[in-house]
């Protein structure tokens, strides 16, 4: 969190701090001045490095994981002792030239003289948010720690803000995004090879310091997959499942799922069913987490809510999950909607890629924040993207099955044919969620969920 403009208010700018003190509780740093006012609280994994890091007239803060960072130190010969400070180094040596070799996720604020800058990852994996108002420049991880302080907007992945502390002017520069590259001419056993080593590669580098960690699991092939490499990676690990029941509710596909997967391949497995009671306190308490009322958000967020509670209990500070196989591989409705027309499936893939922070990235992190719990997402890696989006369309999906290759590749690596072919149940309903909303909205007598959502205090 940060705050500039002529003669701040201390107090209100603890308040907003106070907001966000549980995305990090390893150490807190601070910068009180005149003129500007910057906070951090650390959610340590890779050594334990107070910020803000200051260096002659630059100061830095950032929340990131970035996996190249031993790579680039040895290379930049930058003697940083972990990946926030090698990141610090990096923009002091090269600029923001710097970020084009960065293999990682991150949003981070850098300050050099009178000129600040703010950015994130291209995907848009860590949140940023900033308010632009009455004189006063305000930037935080999470919407509600500045909402005081003027209208919160949220940086754009494909955008740097440079704001000018003198002038209190700021600009944005452009980046550019993930393209279409040209349709790979690899056969389709070759390309299966490719995406194992990289699905391999990606879930082990973002493990690479991490002794023991959660998976977000629905028994569906996506967290299966990760969990089916992590095992084969000789990895500690505990799958964690949420679901909903009351009364005559049938039982919630992805619990069954989830215990029947866990059972056939050995996977640690702890579930927790919600009643009616348990679901509206925690309704209540997602709403608050997420800062949206929207149904389809709140429904996807209370089994992710109820599984990150669950880790945090067990002292986990990495969840992984299996968000982004469905833009990679054409698992949705939409990407078969894009094939009956013929038109490009890939474009669709990429549009749905460059949406996927307003839409998912940051709902799931506030929620794993929430529990100081840190989210990783495999599929999401950079090298992966870039491969998927060469894959022909025609091996991702057909008119009766979706993610195929996908599929084969899983078959390919070991799991068992029934597991990898499980269509897909959209989170909300697969938990029941979207059930239990429905049932407490007639509860509370609303006439629809939207209307109770909307309604509650």
């Known amino acids: 969190f940060g705050v500039f403009g002529k003669s701040i208010d201390t107090k209100q700018a603890q308040r907003s701090f106070d907001h966000i003190v549980h995305r990090g509780k390893d150490a807190l740093g601070k910068i009180e001045e005149n003129n500007r006012i910057l906070f951090h609280c650390l959610h340590a994994i890779v050594g334990n490095v107070k910020q803000p890091l200051v260096s002659g007239t630059s100061t830095f803060m950032t929340n990131c994981e970035i996996y190249n960072w031993k790579e680039l130190n040895k290379k930049y010969k930058l003697n940083a002792k972990n990946d926030a400070e090698l990141l610090f180094l990096l923009l002091e040596k090269r600029g923001l030239a710097g970020l084009d070799e960065v293999d990682g996720v991150y949003a981070f604020f850098y300050q050099k003289g009178d000129i600040v800058y703010l950015a994130r990852d291209i995907i848009g994996e860590k949140p940023l948010c900033y308010v632009f108002d009455n004189n006063i420049f305000a930037f935080a991880s999470e919407g509600k720690a500045i909402a005081q302080y003027g209208s919160i907007r949220h940086l754009l992945p494909t955008e740097i803000l440079e704001y000018d502390t003198k002038n209190n002017t700021f600009k944005k520069i452009k980046r550019d995004f993930f393209t279409i590259p040209k349709k790979t001419m690899l056969p389709k056993f070759k390309i299966i090879k490719q995406l194992e080593a990289l699905f391999f590669k990606a879930v082990e580098k973002r493990l690479e310091e991490i002794d023991h960690f959660g998976i977000l699991f629905s028994g569906g092939i996506d967290s299966t997959l990760l969990a089916f490499i992590s095992k084969k990676l000789g990895k500690k690990f505990t799958c964690y499942t949420a679901a909903f029941a009351n009364g005559n509710t049938r039982d919630a596909p992805d619990l069954l799922q989830a215990q029947k997967v866990a059972k056939e391949l050995g996977f640690k497995l702890k579930t927790k069913i919600l009643n009616l009671d348990e679901t509206e306190k925690a309704v209540k308490e997602v709403i608050k987490i997420i800062e949206t ?107 009766t099955q979706n993610k195929i290759i996908l599929r084969e590749c899983a078959q390919q690596i070991g799991v068992p044919q029934t597991i990898a072919s499980r269509k897909k149940i959209a989170a909300q309903y697969g938990s029941n969620f979207d059930k239990a909303l429905e049932k407490l909205a007639k509860k509370n007598g609303y006439k629809s969920k939207k209307e109770w959502l909307g309604k509650i205090i």
Not at 320 to 342: M, P, T
Not at 352 to 375: F, P
């Open 293 to 399: 009322r929207d149904v389809v958000k709140v429904g996807v967020a209370l089994p992710f809510y109820v599984c990150a509670k669950m880790a945090a209990e067990d002292e986990q500070k990495v969840l992984l999950s299996g968000l982004g196989s469905e833009e990679l591989f054409a698992g949705y409705q939409r990407h078969l909607e894009v094939l009956k027309k013929k038109e490009d499936v890939n474009a669709e893939c990429l549009r749905g890629l460059s949406l996927l922070w307003d839409r998912d990235l940051y709902r799931d992190d506030l929620v794993t924040m929430a529990h100081t719990i840190e989210l990783r997402l495999p599929f999401l890696d950079y090298y992966l993207i870039r491969f998927s989006l060469a894959v022909p369309a025609e091996y991702k999906l057909n008119e």
